[in-house]
């Protein structure tokens, strides 16, 4: 079955513009979560959602950035007036609701800040 | 001190040996442990899910939890040139629904045919 798509998987952006990246997660996962992965780091929890809501967001760096998932499961992640700090890999990834259940991850939007 | 501690490597083997990865962590709230496989311009990819103390195995891969000593690791017997990949460890807590887990650096492994 499919897995959890994430797109653009390559973007480049200059200093101070919007991107909005999408992830598209494993039908029937309720829950989503956004990670960001630098290079030679492990991923770091960005935000969490348990169907429509943001159960948790203490992982957002700051007010730039904000997600959304407004039917349940597309999300999309979104970054105001980019930083090259933020240039990153974009991770997402879906679970069956609940105890600690394991994620599956999609391969990562590549963000690129010039 | 981060939550999680992993050596980062790179670690490089040759084929057929044993590989022993290690993760350190502190948070004593930690119940459910995990590894992940990551391949260049890949995403995590799940290996092992373990809940509290003791091992699971897994085919070529068993994974030890010892809480006493905040202590996990995976092991690799008979590796393969196709096991080189970035091995993370992953960990979350006990509370009641999910909670994000914290992962480590990652170790970076290389099997050499």
């Known amino acids: 079955g499919a897995g959890v798509s994430q797109t653009p998987s390559n973007k480049v952006t200059e200093k101070g513009k919007y991107v909005e990246l999408r992830c598209d997660p494993i039908?029937?996962?309720?829950?989503l979560y956004w990670y960001r992965q630098s290079l030679g780091q492990g991923p770091e929890f960005l935000i969490y959602f348990q169907g429509t809501g943001a159960a948790d967001d203490s992982g957002l760096p700051n007010d730039r950035f904000f997600a959304v998932r407004p039917e349940g499961s597309v999300s999309t992640l979104k970054i105001q007036r980019t930083e090259r700090g933020d240039s990153a890999v974009y991770l997402c990834a879906s679970s069956v609701a609940g105890n600690n259940s394991p994620l599956h991850f999609g391969n990562g939007t590549r963000l690129t800040v010039t | 001190q981060k939550e999680v501690e992993q050596d980062p490597g790179p670690l490089s083997v040759p084929e057929g040996a044993i590989v022993s990865l290690n993760c350190t962590y502190s948070n004593s709230a930690f119940q459910y442990f995990m590894w992940y496989r990551q391949y260049s311009r890949k995403g995590p990819e799940l290996l092992m899910y373990?809940?509290?103390?003791g091992n699971k195995e897994d085919g070529r891969f068993t994974a030890q939890v010892d809480k006493s000593s905040k202590y996990i690791s995976l092991f690799i017997r008979d590796s393969q040139p196709s096991d080189s990949a970035t091995y993370l460890c992953?960990?979350?807590?006990?509370?009641?629904?999910?909670?994000?887990?914290?992962f480590g650096k990652g170790t970076r492994l290389s099997v050499i045919a």
């Open positions: 373990t809940y509290s103390s």
């Open positions: 039908s029937g996962h309720t829950a």
């Open positions: 992953a960990m979350s807590g006990r509370n009641s629904g999910n909670t994000p887990l914290v």
